[in-house]
Nanobody, 117 residues
Framework: QVPLVESGGGLVQAGGSLRLSCAASARTFRGYNMAWFRQAPGKEREFVAAIGLNDGSTSYTDSVKGRFTISRDNAKNTLYLQMNSLKPEDTAVYYC??????????WGQGTQVAVSS
């Protein structure tokens, strides 16, 4: 079973919204803080947002604060990222994984987000 499958990306105009989903295996998801990451062309993968295993806490990189919201459905082993007020600089491939580096599983294929100006 593939541990992580991201979906929901697409092409939107600046100011638009997208909702990303990450379907995970139970083994990958349950009991772990989860996070979203992104990789823009020519750049390294970077942290976007994280959420505690019981949805008790969230954290965001400064550039997305107030625009993105991370959430999780523990019954469905699914992670979400609601992205509003999108900007061209949000263009990237978005990935999900466990937050803690030492606990990460193999990366999925990601989902492409492209924001036009």
């Amino acid at each position: 079973q593939v541990p992580l499958v991201e979906s929901g990306g697409g092409l939107v105009q600046a100011g638009g919204s997208l909702r990303l989903s990450c379907a995970a295996s139970a083994r990958t998801f349950r009991g772990y803080n989860m996070a979203w990451f992104r990789q823009a062309p020519g750049k390294e993968r970077e942290f976007v947002a994280a959420i505690g295993l019981n949805d008790g806490s969230t954290s965001y990189t400064d550039s997305v604060k107030g625009r993105f919201t991370i959430s999780r459905d523990n019954a469905k082993n699914t992670l979400y990222l609601q992205m509003n007020s999108l900007k061209p600089e949000d263009t990237a491939v978005y990935y999900c994984n466990r937050e803690i580096i030492a606990l990460r599983v193999n990366w999925g294929q990601g989902t492409q987000v492209a924001v036009s100006s």
